[in-house]
């Protein structure tokens, strides 16, 4: 399979491509903002079937036409795309700045919207684009101080994900999201210092790269809660 994980260079994204590659079957294009990073991930892969891109998806519409034209000089069709780049600043509302706000949209949002239109032509039947959410953007959870701005940034994804699984149907693309909980990332424990979460990357990850192989067997256009507790 041909596939593209956006927002690979550490966290739940590297563990994510991690296991992915260990399927030599399996060809992966990993991006990223920490080029360094993105080197050791690659190196680490022993079945050297893992290239990157350094990118910075908040910044994608400014550099399009080079991310388009080193995509498709890489792959001439994309299986499956995971979703997971993402930007979290904790702040009370009233006290984030409008950059801090925008950053976080064009981050969980407006980039990884942009990056599902660049690569849709290069999907046919049979393709999964899964999108990583949070817990904090599924309707009805438990809400944290905060974190306003990044939960709906997350919600905003997971509404996306059910309006294109419609669009993309009549092409046979299917479009999931997967909502997580409490995962130790350095980006959970930035949000809730000192708390212990459940799971692990590589834990969450493994989950992750099933379900972007097989879950598109069983769903399509779901925003799918994975936590087992709160935060």
Known sequence: MNIIVNGGSNGIGREVVLQLATDKNNQILVTGRNEARLKELQMECLNENVTYIK?????????????????YNRFSRVDILINVAGFLVVADFMN????????????NFFGPAAFIKLLVPLMSAGSHIVNISSMGGYQGSSKYRGLSVYSASKAALSCLSECLAVEFSE???SVNCLALGSVQTEMFESAFPGYEAPLTANEIAGFISYFAV??????????LPVAVKNP
């Open 55 to 71: 990118l910075d998806i908040s910044q994608l519409n400014r550099e399009i036409e080079t991310v388009r034209d080193q995509i």
């Open 171 to 173: 092409s046979g693309i």
């Open 96 to 107: 984030l700045s409008d950059h801090d706000s925008r950053n976080i949209m064009e981050t």
């Open 214 to 223: 097989n879950g598109n067997k069983f769903f399509n256009g779901k925003v």
